[in-house]
């Protein structure tokens, strides 16, 4: 295939966790997904939408999205021309992507971090630079002034789940020469979000996703806030037809719904203090969460081993062979039930 571009010929292609064909056989908790149904009024308004005999569709979704932006737009308390849905925050990062780094021009991210941008880059045929962490999570060696093109900052951080504080971030974009995009993924089970900087910062986006506090990974849903430019620009770039018309049917109603977020990320946040106080106990280390996940290293920070004694016994975690995070686990918090049948299996681990 000599007429393949180079970059997509070198390229290794991105690795999602794992999804076992067995799922119930499993306590899953190794992609951060949430253990908890989605709302009733999300089931409810899919139904709606495809009715009796699944009629509707037979007709193209609405191509601009737009109750659903209104529905966001007020949640947030902006205008529907500063926000985007999109198929996963994922196809959102990839559009940012293409929208402002061309070949060879240069996007960065953290390491440890998500690494899918640097597949997206890869992708894109743009150049890749990484920033690692001070012993304080803080961004080590930023330069007063960062000419990148896309500065993605994962806050809160996956796969350690600490966030960086809000005027930290605002520090950064006003460093960026460039667009300084916050993946919020987590945000939901964290204390402060970074809205309020797209509104003070012309070069701010936030991206979001209904994977993990929405529970709806299935449905691949996410959005963005960002200046109407940035908006216009995504808009132009996405497929026209990216949501199905239950994914916006979906997407409406949970966000309608945040008594029921708010009820269901409660449950998770006091799962997630319990588990941390056990395995606190047990004498792992910690990072100080604000997501639906802890990273967690053993006494003997080996990782490795911990997780092949969950994996035995039919326990799902994230390890990562990576030599900055070997020494421990990401777990996603699940039910409680979950959480302490895990505790149990790690205290017979050691
Ligand atoms: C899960 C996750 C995403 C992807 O979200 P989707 O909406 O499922 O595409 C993006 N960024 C981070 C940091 C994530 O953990």
């Known amino acids: 295939m000599s007429c393949l571009r180079p970059n997509i010929a070198q390229m290794a292609g991105y690795v999602p966790g794992y999804q076992p064909p067995d799922s119930e056989a499993w306590i899953k908790l190794n992609t951060n997904e949430n253990p908890y149904p989605p709302s009733p009024q999300v089931v409810e308004a899919i139904r709606q939408e495809l009715g009796e005999l699944g009629d509707s569709l037979r007709m193209y979704p609405d191509a601009g999205s737009v109750q659903v932006r209104r529905t966001a737009a007020t949640l947030f308390g902006f205008e529907p021309s500063w926000v985007i849905t999109a198929n996963g ?24 971090s998500y690494s899918y941008y640097a597949t997206l880059a890869q992708i894109q045929g743009a150049k890749i630079r990484t920033f690692g962490l001070t012993a304080d999570y803080r961004i080590a060696d930023f330069p007063s002034r960062y000419e990148g093109k896309l500065f993605f900052l994962t806050s809160p951080n996956a796969p350690l789940g600490f966030t960086f504080p809000l005027d930290y971030v605002a520090n950064i974009a006003r460093r960026c020469a460039g667009m300084l995009v916050v993946d919020e993924a987590y945000v939901d089970f964290a204390e402060a979000n970074a809205l309020e900087l ?107 081993r911990v997780y092949e004694g969950l994996y035995a016994r039919k326990i799902l975690v994230r390890y990562f062979s990576d030599p900055l995070l070997a020494h421990g686990l990401r777990i996603t918090i699940g039910t409680r039930q979950e959480m302490e049948q895990t505790l149990a299996v790690l205290k017979e681990l050691g």
């Open 89 to 112: 925050s994922d196809e959102l990062l990839n559009n940012l992507i293409r929208a402002f780094a061309g070949e060879g021009e240069e996007v960065a991210y953290i390491h440890p």
């Open 198 to 304: 797209v509104k003070e910062f012309d070069n701010v986006v936030v991206t979001r996703t209904f994977s993990k506090s929405y529970s709806l990974a299935g449905m691949r849903l996410g959005l963005a806030v960002a200046r109407p430019e940035v908006i216009q620009a995504l808009d132009k770039i996405r497929d026209h037809y990216h949501l199905d018309r239950l994914a916006l049917a979906a997407a409406g109603a949970a966000l309608r719904d945040q008594a029921y977020l708010r009820e269901t990320v409660g449950r998770i946040r006091d799962t997630r203090a319990w588990f941390s106080t056990e395995l606190g106990a047990l004498g792992y280390a910690l990072v100080d969460s604000q997501t639906n996940f802890v990273f967690a290293s053993p006494p003997d920070r080996n990782g490795k």
